[in-house]
């Protein structure tokens, strides 16, 4: 409560459960140390904000397999957000969104991810805008604070679009979001059958 807001209560209600914000899901501690690794490895690479046919716009990225104790612990409690029977690609998957960039509505391939996304952010607040694909105006908004978990799954992953709000559009209602820059480390399973 105070995370969602959404076009209306009984879309609300249909996306209960499929779409969801974890706040402090991540203790201060460990999102310092997450950085640190990450850090060296994000640095490396220039900022992209000319693939404008891209879904990404501002942002490097790169992807992890083997993470230190931090990034385990984490990682291990994201996997509980997978069903059993799907859990999460061992490949993960680190987006830095430049306080300037932005993600624009896309919905994950359905080749490479299966039922379930799953992100921590890190450093910025930001909002994620789901949008209905049959129907526009239908839409849930999650306010991603630092160290916050955010699960999309079932119908909220395939039938709405989502999105990181740039900075001149980031509200949360009424409320700015001030953009700065934003790590999020982003699980996936991988598409079954
Ligand atoms: C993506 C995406 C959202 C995020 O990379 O496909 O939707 O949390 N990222 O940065
Ligand atoms: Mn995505």
Same mark, same amino acid.
């Not at 079932?154 to 979001?177: C, K, M, N, W």
């Given at each position: 409560?105070?995370?969602?807001r959404a076009s209306s209560p009984a879309l609300e209600?249909?996306?209960?459960g499929l779409a969801l914000v974890r706040p402090g899901f991540v203790s201060r501690g460990e999102q310092e140390e997450l950085l640190r690794e990450l850090e060296p490895l994000l640095r490396r690479r220039p900022y992209q904000f000319d693939h404008w046919d891209g879904a990404i716009c501002g942002y490097r990225e790169t992807e992890r397999w083997h993470w230190g104790a931090v990034g385990q612990a984490v990682l291990g409690r994201v /996997?509980?957000?997978?069903?059993?029977?799907?859990?999460?690609?061992p490949l993960v998957h680190v987006l830095d969104l430049h306080p300037r960039g932005h993600v624009r509505p896309h919905v994950d391939s359905v080749k490479f991810c299966g039922c379930t996304i799953a992100g921590v952010s890190l450093l910025s607040p930001s909002v994620m805008r789901l949008v209905s694909c049959q /129907?526009?105006?239908?839409?849930l908004e999650l306010l991603l604070e630092p160290g916050s978990l955010y699960i999309l799954r079932g119908a909220a992953r395939y039938d709405f679009t989502h999105e990181i709000l740039p900075e001149e559009a980031s509200f949360f209602g009424a409320q700015p979001v001030p953009r700065g820059?934003?790590?999020?480390?982003i699980c996936r399973n991988a598409p079954s059958g």
């Amino acid at each position: 409560p105070g995370l969602l807001r959404a076009s209306s209560p009984a879309l609300e209600q249909r996306l209960r459960g499929l779409a969801l914000v974890r706040p402090g899901f991540v203790s201060r501690g460990e999102q310092e140390e997450l950085l640190r690794e990450l850090e060296p490895l994000l640095r490396r690479r220039p900022y992209q904000f000319d693939h404008w046919d891209g879904a990404i716009c501002g942002y490097r990225e790169t992807e992890r397999w083997h993470w230190g104790a931090v990034g385990q612990a984490v990682l291990g409690r994201v /996997a509980a957000a997978f069903p059993p029977e799907h859990p999460p690609q061992p490949l993960v998957h680190v987006l830095d969104l430049h306080p300037r960039g932005h993600v624009r509505p896309h919905v994950d391939s359905v080749k490479f991810c299966g039922c379930t996304i799953a992100g921590v952010s890190l450093l910025s607040p930001s909002v994620m805008r789901l949008v209905s694909c049959q /129907a526009p105006g239908q839409w849930l908004e999650l306010l991603l604070e630092p160290g916050s978990l955010y699960i999309l799954r079932g119908a909220a992953r395939y039938d709405f679009t989502h999105e990181i709000l740039p900075e001149e559009a980031s509200f949360f209602g009424a409320q700015p979001v001030p953009r700065g820059r934003r790590v999020a480390i982003i699980c996936r399973n991988a598409p079954s059958g």
